[in-house]
């Protein structure tokens, strides 16, 4: 059933496409972030973006990942984008999840009072440097929680990209299985790595959070 | 009297078709200390608001030493004013609110030099020095390290008055200041304003709840009703002897009240 020596001599191979998973979440989960803040800011500074952001996040929501990425990675080049799988997959990754983040970044911003807007311009300070300085350090903390949520769903959507062929750890798993017919060790190993990674982020998460509380919320 | 320091020109503002100043002219003079009183809904907070440009006017000119504040002249005509031109007049005006928005993210000195540095390009250490002084004149300088949330009320209102006074306005506007304190602390803060009109040349506008106050403090109370000054004059004046009759029944009701 249950094979310790082919566990063992397929590791490497799974460790290698770890490396790739690690990387695809974070780069993918840095321009979520990222982009992410940048809509829900646009729509505060300049509001005729709103309705356009929303229309494009709504899209975004209300379609599978998966399509997403067949559609960025196959369909893109008859719109003259050629990306190679990787780059193809972070990025759709990345849009997905910058339409979720964006949402939450938007909780951020509307709880913060009026009243923190109307005292910066009392002070006369600029519309970005209230943004920068006043609101976002006040709209974020808040939202560190769901924004970690976010981190460990991404986390645990990666696996799609092995549909465009990503060595990632399902293609690697998936590969593996069908050289050898033993689908138990890789299958599994596979699942154990994602439990242990997301644990081990959840964790990660909630210390960030108590260190921004110490720093924030007094 | 000189140059007024601000004019309200047949100003009216309207939420819907609810018109809540109705045609408001108003001069003070540079200095002045003038007391709005009235019941809710009178309009009189929203003078202070359309001054520090935190609401529109649908009409009429607001002028902040002759400089009308949401209009400025180009070519001999009246056009709405740019953010440059706005952020220019209203550099001179500073208002204190009464739920203080303090930045909770910042401590008392945070707050005191934020904008200093950030709008007037003070370096960190004179307007630390310009915030130090402020503090220690509101008494709080040995709260310089503390954040809104360890700060009682009254202490915050207090830090709020100093950050508004670092950015060295020529009109303080003070919103109810004391509104949303525990009575206990409502004199520390009164005296703070008080002390600031006795060491300033300062033009404040206040609305206020405080009769007493008003009475001892003020050069001259304007008592809004229904979105129009009802009477105006001296204090002494108007609370032993008022001539409106709406007047007369509010100085009754805030008498009996309290």
Redesign the interface.
């Known amino acids: 059933m249950w094979d310790w020596g082919f566990a063992l001599e397929i590791l490497p191979t799974l460790a290698k496409a770890a490396i790739v998973t690690v990387q695809v979440t974070l780069l993918g989960f840095l321009i979520a972030l990222s982009l992410g803040l940048a809509l829900a800011a646009a729509r505060i500074m300049q509001p005729w973006t709103a309705v356009p952001i929303s229309l494009a996040v709504e899209l975004i929501r209300s379609t599978p990942l998966l399509i997403q990425i067949f559609f960025l990675y196959f369909v893109g080049p008859s719109f003259g984008l050629t990306l190679d799988a990787m780059t193809a997959g972070i990025l759709a990754i990345g849009l997905h999840y910058a339409a979720y983040c964006s949402e939450v970044y938007r909780a951020g911003f509307e709880s913060v009072?009026r009243?923190?807007w109307?005292?910066s311009?009392?002070?006369?300070?600029?519309r970005w440097?209230t943004l920068r300085?006043?609101i976002i350090?006040?709209a974020i903390p808040p939202v560190v929680p769901a924004l970690g949520n976010y981190l460990v769903a991404l986390f645990k959507e990666t696996p799609l990209l092995s549909a465009i062929a990503v060595m990632e750890l399902m293609q690697s798993a998936k590969i593996i299985g069908s050289q050898t017919f033993r689908y138990n060790e890789p299958i599994t190993l596979v699942g154990l790595f994602f439990l242990v990674m997301s644990l081990a982020s959840a964790w990660a998460i909630r210390r960030v959070e108590a260190g921004i509380n110490r720093r924030?919320r007094? | 009297m000189t140059e007024p320091m601000v004019s309200f020109e047949n100003v009216t503002k309207r939420y819907g078709t609810l018109t809540v100043l109705d045609n408001l002219n108003l001069t003070i003079g540079r200095g002045e200390k003038v007391a709005i009183i009235g019941p809710s809904g009178s309009g009189k907070t929203t003078v202070l608001r359309m001054l520090m440009t935190l609401e529109t006017i649908d009409g009429g000119v607001i002028r902040v030493e002759g400089e009308p504040l949401t209009h400025m002249e180009r070519g001999g005509k009246l056009v709405p004013a740019d953010q440059a031109h706005i952020r220019k007049v209203r550099a001179k005006i500073g208002m204190v609110f009464q739920s203080f928005n303090l930045f909770p993210h910042m401590t008392a000195l945070q707050n005191c030099i934020e904008a200093p540095m950030k709008v007037l390009g003070l370096s960190r250490e004179k307007a630390e020095a310009r915030a130090m002084d402020l503090l220690d004149m509101v008494g709080m300088a040995n709260r310089r390290d503390y954040y809104p949330s360890q700060l009682s009320g009254g202490q915050q209102q207090r830090v709020a008055i100093a950050r508004a006074l670092a950015m060295r306005p020529k009109v303080m506007l003070f919103d109810e200041v004391t509104s949303a304190l525990d009575p206990e602390l409502v004199g520390e803060v009164l005296q703070v304003i008080r002390k600031l009109g006795a060491e300033h040349d300062l033009t404040m506008l206040m609305v206020t709840h405080q009769m007493g106050f008003a009475k001892e403090f003020a050069d001259r109370v304007c008592f809004f009703h229904s979105g129009r000054i009802c009477e105006e004059g001296e204090p002494q004046a108007f609370f032993t002897n008022p001539q409106n009759e709406r007047s007369r029944q509010f100085l009754r009701a805030v008498l009996e009240a309290g």
């Not at chain 1, 311009?121 to 600029?126: D, E, R, T």
């Open positions: 009072p009243g923190q109307e005292a311009v009392a002070l006369n300070l600029g440097t300085d006043i350090p006040q924030y007094r």
